[in-house]
Nanobody
Framework: QVQLVESGGGLVQAGGSLRLACAASGRTFSRCAMGWFRQAPGKEREFVAAISRVGRSTLYEDSVQGRFTISRDSAKNTVYLLLNNLKPGDTAVYYC??????????????????WGQGTQVTVSS
C-alpha cells in the first residue's frame, strides 16, 4: 500500500512556474513507477508525465514536453513536477499516482494502482 500526498499547487500568472511535490508513505516507493495526471473542469483526467522507479526513464504528454520536468528523490520518497512557462490551458487539479513495477526503466501512461487527492493549479492570463 502506498499513500500519496500532493502539495505545491496555487495561482500563478501565465508564463510563471510552480513545483509540485508528491510525498509517498510506505516502503514500496522504490518499487513504483510514478506519474502525474491532471483534470480540468468538465474534462476527463489526462496523463501529464511519468518516471521510472530508478528515475532513468521519463515520458511526457506532447503539450507539456519541454515545459514540465518530472523527477524523484528516493531518499525523501518524493516525486516532483516542475511546471515552467505555464499557460491558462494548464489549469487543472493535478494528481500524483504510483504503480508497482518490476523493471527499473518501465514507464507508462496508464494502469496506476494508487492515487493522491490532488492539488489545484490555476493559471491566469
Amino acid at each position: 500500500q502506498v499513500q500519496l500526498v500532493e502539495s505545491g499547487g496555487g495561482l500563478v500568472q501565465a508564463g510563471g512556474s510552480l513545483r509540485l511535490a508528491c510525498a509517498a508513505s510506505g516502503r514500496t516507493f522504490s518499487r513504483c513507477a510514478m506519474g502525474w495526471f491532471r483534470q480540468a473542469p468538465g474534462k476527463e483526467r489526462e496523463f501529464v508525465a511519468a518516471i521510472s522507479r530508478v528515475g532513468r526513464s521519463t515520458l511526457y504528454e506532447d503539450s507539456v514536453q519541454g515545459r514540465f520536468t518530472i523527477s524523484r528523490d528516493s531518499a525523501k520518497n518524493t516525486v516532483y513536477l516542475l511546471l515552467n512557462n505555464l499557460k491558462p490551458g494548464d489549469t487543472a487539479v493535478y494528481y500524483c499516482a504510483a504503480k508497482t513495477v518490476y523493471n527499473d526503466d518501465y514507464v507508462t501512461r496508464s494502469g496506476y494502482d494508487y492515487w493522491g487527492q490532488g492539488t489545484q493549479v490555476t493559471v491566469s492570463s
